[in-house]
Nanobody, 115 residues
Framework: QVQFVESGGGLVQPGGSLRLSCAASIAIFSSYNMAWYRQAPGKQRELVARITRDRSTNYADSVKGRFAISRDNAKNTVYLQMNSLKPEDTAVYYC?????????WGQGTQVTVSS
């Protein structure tokens, strides 16, 4: 059974940093393109960052230069380093494959940016 477990969220002040982790229970993790998504209250879920099997990365315009996605295939884990956080980054953050599979959505981790 495929499972993604996100962690590392919390409350942080504007300008602060957080590092999210996603532990994946999926066979041959290294063969998948992975991504982080987020959903803010009242908004649709959106793609934040993507990392391919060969570690190419792409970012939403709103987070370019502030966020960095990475992966450790030996640990079946994908990370999202978030710097210079803004209140508009407040959301529940999820990881999934890219393109996402409906059945793979986990509980996510809440990130709240507020003073």
């Amino acid at each position: 059974q495929v499972q993604f477990v996100e962690s590392g969220g919390g409350l942080v002040q504007p300008g602060g940093s957080l590092r999210l982790s996603c532990a994946a229970s999926i066979a041959i993790f290294s063969s998948y393109n992975m991504a982080w998504y987020r959903q803010a209250p009242g908004k649709q879920r959106e793609l934040v960052a993507r990392i391919t099997r060969d570690r190419s990365t792409n970012y939403a315009d709103s987070v370019k230069g502030r966020f960095a996605i990475s992966r450790d295939n030996a640990k079946n884990t994908v990370y999202l380093q978030m710097n210079s956080l803004k209140p508009e980054d407040t959301a529940v953050y999820y990881c999934n494959t890219h393109l996402p599979r409906l059945e793979y959505w986990g509980q996510g981790t809440q990130v709240t940016v507020s003073s």
